[in-house]
């Protein structure tokens, strides 16, 4: 029930979170990725737009689909 007083910014951080987490990006690596992203410094993900989570989600969902298909690749040799 408590979900339902989160914003979609805030939904759109945790899933950029979890997408990072099942990659294995710690903070480091996620400030880091935001900044090749964005092109601009980055302090923390909490100091991010709604647009750029969406550019970000964008990458990981992107980076998933490749891996996907690579991996599909290689199993099927």
């Known amino acids: 029930m ?9 939904r759109r951080r945790r899933k950029c979170h979890v997408l990072a987490d099942e990659i294995g990006l710690g903070r480091e690596d996620r400030r880091e990725l935001a900044e090749l992203i964005l092109h601009r410094d980055i302090t923390s993900w909490r100091d991010l737009t709604p ?15 490749i891996r996907h298909l690579l991996m599909e690749q290689v199993s099927s040799r």
Do not use: K
């Open 2 to 10: 408590g979900d339902t007083l989160v914003t979609p910014v805030e």
């Open 51 to 65: 647009e750029d989570y969406d550019r970000i989600l964008d990458a990981l969902n992107g980076y998933q689909a």
